[in-house]
């Protein structure tokens, strides 16, 4: 089955900024999410649809991808981005419709 | 964006089949271009979509849960439901329903319903 392979941890200085690559085969032909989850909330969608976000989540999120990596950078790292973040790929190709990456942890140090 | 909440058993036995409900609060189910979905976390792990189902009335599962999942939808009680079978301690995680306007991700969640399977 499709794999999305995360760094499990990333660790940033506050005001500095956070790259969090998210590799999979092919990645760059399929419909890449990102998710923020804080510890005990439910995932909160910080970029859809590779590089849009959605309304009220800070311009500091974008998303970019190339053929095989899709990476989330948060820029101007505050301590309120301490969290997981998970990417999601929809791939409506395969059976496995919605795959989730490893997760990665962001320490704002 | 309407409030999700799900309910269900706290613990469940190996074997036992488990049965979740996601209580959609406005209720909207008729009319829209809508998408549902379960979707859990086992601790300390990352995510994994379980099954989903799309207005059209086509439902998707995960391959590896085929045999053992059932989404379903049922409008007159505003929510939508997961059976699971045969449950193992591989089971034990946190279930999260979760509803979207879109097809390709999952916008709206619930808070997530802890299920531990135990003996």
């Known amino acids: 089955s499709y794999v999305l392979t995360q760094p499990p941890s990333v660790s940033v200085a506050p005001g500095e900024t956070a790259r969090i690559t998210c590799g999979g085969n092919?990645?760059?032909?399929?419909?890449v999410h990102w998710y923020q989850q804080k510890p005990g909330q439910a995932p909160v969608v910080v970029i859809h649809?590779?590089?849009d976000r959605p309304s009220g989540i800070p311009e500091r999120f974008s998303g970019s991808k190339s053929a095989n990596t899709a990476t989330l950078t948060i820029s101007r790292v505050e301590a309120g981005d301490e969290a997981d973040y998970h990417c999601?790929?929809?791939?409506?190709?395969?059976?496995?419709?919605?795959?989730f990456g490893t997760g990665t942890k962001v320490t704002v140090l | 964006q309407p409030q999700l909440q799900e309910s269900g058993p706290g613990l469940k036995k190996p074997s036992e089949t488990l049965s979740l409900n996601c209580t959609v609060s406005?209720?909207?189910?008729?009319?829209?271009?809508?998408?549902w979905a379960w979707i859990r976390q086992s601790a300390g792990q990352g995510l994994e979509w379980i099954a989903s189902?799309?207005?059209?009335?086509?439902?998707y599962y995960n391959p590896s849960l085929k045999s053992r999942v059932t989404i379903s939808l049922d409008v007159s009680k505003n929510h939508f439901s997961l059976m699971l079978t045969s449950v193992t301690a591989a089971d034990t995680a946190i279930y999260y329903c979760?509803?979207?306007?879109?097809?390709?991700?999952?916008?709206?969640w619930g808070q997530g319903a802890l299920v531990t399977v135990a003996s």
């Open positions: 979760a509803t979207s306007g879109s097809v390709a991700n999952w916008g709206n």
């Open positions: 189902m799309y207005y059209t009335g086509n439902k």
């Open positions: 092919n990645i760059g032909g399929k419909s």
């Open positions: 649809y590779d590089s």
């Open positions: 406005d209720g909207s189910f008729t009319g829209t271009t809508y998408y």
């Open positions: 999601q790929v929809w791939d409506s190709t395969s059976d496995h419709l919605y795959v």
